[in-house]
């Protein structure tokens, strides 16, 4: 099955500063690539999201890069605010052909926003 | 658009008691909704998936007779657990995939469940 390794863990990063988070998979027919913000006892908050006929996709200060040959994909967030502050998780997702497929997630990234 | 709704958001129990947990997506129709668990610090992990009308789909290591999927209508999914235990206690989180948007995902707020 597939297996997703983000990093880092932790990222902490100066107010107006940008952050860099970076995550590998496995399978090769994985083709859907979102990411989530998820806030301390909430529900994952869909971010931005790729698919694999794209190599990068931005909206406003966030921008997501795919890189298919060498199976990993990254978030940049520019500009970065208080706000920012949460824990962010790359996922992926493949075609089983049957429909929708389930997210396989990274173990996540605290993103501390230092005033 | 595109929120979905998870029913109760919390829910303390005595062990050996059964708790229902509701998903719905709000203004989308979902032919697939996931269910996901959620340990403290942890990541997120797919216990099954769920078809509008036919059988749930389980992960490896997800015990099909305990945590019972109905998916009744194209925007409710509902997930049980049967004879809960204090290792079951956890963030249960679902989510819907929009039938005009495949692979496209939204989670609900999550279920906080403590069995005592």
């Known amino acids: 099955g597939e297996n997703v390794e983000q990093h880092p863990s932790t990222l902490s990063v100066q107010e107006g500063d940008s952050a860099v988070i970076k995550c590998t998979y496995s399978d090769s027919a994985s083709n859907y690539f979102p990411w989530y913000k998820q806030e301390l006892g909430k529900g994952p908050q869909l971010i931005i999201d790729?698919?694999?006929?794209?190599g990068e996709k931005k909206d406003q200060r966030i921008a997501v890069t795919l890189n298919k040959t060498a199976k990993h994909f990254s978030l940049h967030i520019t500009e970065t605010q208080p706000e920012d502050s949460a824990v962010y998780f790359c996922?992926?997702?493949?075609?089983?052909?049957?429909?929708?497929?389930?997210?396989?997630f990274g173990k996540g990234t605290h993103l501390i926003i230092q005033p | 658009g595109a929120v979905v709704s998870q029913h109760p958001s919390r829910v303390i129990c005595k062990s050996g008691t059964s708790v229902k947990i509701e998903c719905r997506s709000l203004?989308?129709?979902?032919?697939?909704m996931f269910w996901y668990r959620q340990f403290p610090k942890q990541s997120l992990m797919l216990m099954a998936t769920s078809n509008e009308g036919s059988k749930a789909t389980y992960e490896q290591g997800v015990e099909k007779d305990k945590f019972l999927i109905n998916h009744a209508s194209l925007t409710l999914s509902t997930l049980t657990v049967t004879s809960a235990h204090p290792e079951d206690s956890s963030f249960y989180i679902c989510?819907?995939?929009?039938?005009?948007?495949?692979?496209?995902?939204?989670f609900g707020p999550g279920t906080r469940l403590t069995v005592l």
């Open positions: 790729i698919r694999s006929n794209v």
């Open positions: 203004d989308f129709q979902a032919t697939t």
């Open positions: 989510s819907a995939d929009r039938l005009d948007l495949t692979d496209t995902q939204y």
């Open positions: 996922a992926a997702s493949g075609d089983s052909g049957g429909g929708a497929d389930g997210l396989t």
